[in-house]
T-cell receptor, first 113, second 112 residues
Framework: KAGVTQTPRYLIKTRGQQVTLSCSPI?????VSWYQQTPGQGLQFLFE???????NKGNFPGRFSGRQFSNSRSEMNVSTLELGDSALYLC????????????FGDGSRLTVL | SQELEQSPQSLIVQEGKNLTINCTSS?????LYWYKQKYGEGLIFLMM?????EEKSHEKITAKLDEKKQQSSLHITASQPSHAGIYLC????????????FGGGTRLMVKP
């Protein structure tokens, strides 16, 4: 059974640019969540999508957005990049219930110069 | 908002020794999750605890939930180098299971 796949694994951008990250969940999973991990702030929840609808949202500025497609694949976008956006962005998928068992991808490491 | 504090922040133990990691919540815990992360990789689910007093074990790792104290502990018996990594506790912020607040993590090193 294929796991959660995130692309790209590594990328470098400059301030002011935008970036799009992709996440393919485990087959059959309808919920996709995104988390940002930094040394200073730790692991923080960005948003969750379930059946193409944003179901939960964390405390991040509007520059961070996401969407989910009908096949459950998800993308997140960060516009007008800032140095502080450098982080490991993790995607997690689940069936969407309340079991709490999230299956994480290996992340996309974004460096903003 | 809910905050989770983990202690210790880092730990170095000799192979074969036991160790305990603690996670304390600032609010009522609807569910407490333990994950393990290897550097630069994603998180791997270890255990979920939902009821006060609940205790679960997987191989040499045992986790307990003290609902009254809003605290959970993760205990590793006879540690091995394979146990090395970052251990994170997560709490269900809205009782829906998909919006987790995480503690700062405990970095564990096991010396052979």
């Amino acid at each position: 059974k294929a796991g959660v796949t995130q692309t790209p694994r590594y990328l470098i951008k400059t301030r002011g640019q935008q970036v799009t990250l992709s996440c393919s969940p485990i087959s059959g999973h309808r919920s996709v969540s995104w988390y940002q991990q930094t040394p200073g702030q730790g692991l923080q929840f960005l948003f969750e999508y379930f059946s193409e609808t944003q179901r939960n949202k964390g405390n991040f500025p509007g520059r961070f957005s996401g969407r989910q497609f009908s096949n459950s694949r998800s993308e997140m976008n960060v516009s007008t990049l800032e140095l502080g956006d450098s982080a490991l962005y993790l995607c997690a998928s689940s069936f969407g219930g309340i079991s709490g068992e999230l299956f994480f991808g290996d992340g996309s490491r974004l460096t903003v110069l | 908002s809910q905050e989770l504090e983990q202690s210790p922040q880092s730990l170095i133990v000799q192979e074969g020794k036991n160790l305990t990691i603690n996670c304390t919540s600032s609010k009522t815990l609807y569910g407490l999750y333990w994950y393990k992360q290897k550097y630069g990789e994603g998180l791997i689910f270890l255990m979920m605890l939902q009821k006060g007093g609940e205790e679960k074990s997987h191989e040499k790792i045992t986790a307990k939930l003290d609902e009254k104290k809003q605290q959970s502990s993760l205990h590793i018996t006879a540690s091995q180098p394979s146990h090395a990594g970052i251990y994170l506790c997560g709490a269900d912020g809205n009782n829906a299971g998909n919006m987790l607040t995480f503690g700062g993590g405990t970095r564990l090193m096991v010396k052979p």
